[in-house]
């Protein structure tokens, strides 16, 4: 089986909850205030494993800081919802840049985007659910 079929590369979108405010500042001396709520974050992985080995390891609570969004899915009111992947392109910052245009989501301004010309690779979407909502 060719490997690039199992574990294909590729960008995605990453749905995911916060059930209680977020504010941490990161190695680098960025600080970053997020309120409970959901948010939608833009990847791309294409380096060994790609997109499932990057979705696993977001979802692992234990790890080294390295990006951004490690910040949100080591704290302990993060909540995964879910995964769009896009294999095969570059579409991270196509998808950013899209969903900044809808005008309808709020960018967390220089999230995610150290390495691109985006606003924001982290958008918020809306207020905590209600339970049962999702």
């Known amino acids: ?3 690039g079929l199992k574990n ?20 680098g001396g960025k600080e970053f205030y997020l309120p409970e709520g ?3 974050y833009v990847g791309s992985a294409f380096g060994k494993g790609g997109v499932k080995t990057r979705i696993e390891r977001h ?14 899915t080591t704290h302990k009111g993060f909540r995964f919802l879910t995964c769009i992947p896009f294999y095969g392109k570059r579409w991270e910052c ?5 969903i900044r245009k ?11 985007c150290s390495d691109c010309h985006c606003e924001s690779h982290l958008f918020y979407i809306a207020k905590k659910p209600l339970e049962g909502d999702y």
């Open 102 to 112: 809808l005008n309808i989501f709020q960018p967390v301004k220089g999230f995610g």
């Open 38 to 40: 959901v948010y939608i």
């Open 59 to 72: 979802l692992k609570k234990s790890k080294k800081l390295h990006w951004h969004i490690d910040y949100v």
């Open 94 to 98: 196509k998808l950013a840049n899209f």
């Open 8 to 27: 294909p590369k590729g960008s995605y979108l990453f749905l995911f909850l916060l059930e209680e405010d977020l504010r941490f500042k990161t190695k």
């Open 1 to 3: 089986m060719n490997k």
